[in-house]
């Protein structure tokens, strides 16, 4: 229901907002079943006979309305921040601004274009299914590590209080995440994984002192490019 556009707040039915750190542990879950989608559409371009670059491009569209872009918004915000801002105050008051300004541009169409060339280049719909799960599972848990090494920049917002329900939920989103990079045959991307979210953990702390949801978002993001032209090497 945080992560994605997907019609799932029956689940939350009765829940505070606050309830939303609870369920941190599932981050994990909630990528593999985007990456999944993203997966099932690569599929059926395949069925349709159209090439790799171009059934890339339809399952990254397929992923951004499952999210509804929410990480690569966070991406964005991030870039513009961190770029653009001389002190702390000012980082913080750009990445709340909804315009988006060159870096943010440039983030975004790097981003694009990183995961869809990786996509193409793995090519069978087979590979693109697993490593799209496995990306998805690591780049949600990579969020867990931000969250466990790091304070909220920020006292209010809805990110402010996602790691403040203790270490026994976070230990279970990260096992998670790195099962299910087991069972997609990616577990070394785990190790990439791990060192994408401590670099943008310690990025964040000199900016801005801590993270904010735009942080997570722009982690999730920064370790599916990572992960993802990792994987592309290897099946080349």
């Known amino acids: ?50 090439p790799p670059s171009v059934g890339a491009v339809w399952t990254l569209a397929a992923m951004l309305l499952a999210t509804g872009a929410l990480h690569e918004d966070g991406l964005a915000d991030t870039a513009d921040g961190f770029g653009g801002g001389r002190t702390r105050e000012r980082k913080l008051e750009i990445m709340r601004d909804s315009r988006i300004g060159s870096f943010g541009a440039l983030a975004l169409v790097l981003s694009l274009a990183a995961r869809g ?65 087991v069972m997609c045959a990616v577990p070394l991307a785990g190790v990439a994984a791990t060192v994408v979210a401590l670099a943008m953990a310690w990025t964040a702390r000199k900016q801005i002192g801590g993270y904010t949801g735009d942080v997570l978002g722009a982690t999730s993001v920064a370790t599916e490019c990572v992960v993802l032209s990792l994987l592309a090497r290897v099946s080349t």
């Open 1 to 50: 229901m945080l992560l994605t556009r997907l019609p799932v707040g029956w689940l939350a039915a009765g829940r505070a907002p606050a309830g939303f750190a609870d369920a941190v542990w599932a981050y994990p879950i909630v990528g593999a079943v985007v990456g999944a989608i993203g997966g099932v559409a690569y599929w059926g371009c395949a069925r349709l006979g159209l």
């Open 117 to 181: 060339t990786a996509i193409a280049a793995l090519a069978t719909p087979g590979h693109v299914a697993a490593a799209l799960v496995g990306a998805g599972a690591l780049g949600r848990g990579a969020i867990v590590v931000v969250l466990l090494v790091l304070p909220p920049a920020r006292v209010d917002g809805l990110a402010a209080g996602l790691g403040a329900r203790g270490f026994g939920r976070s230990a279970v989103g990260l096992a998670l995440a790195a099962a299910v990079a």
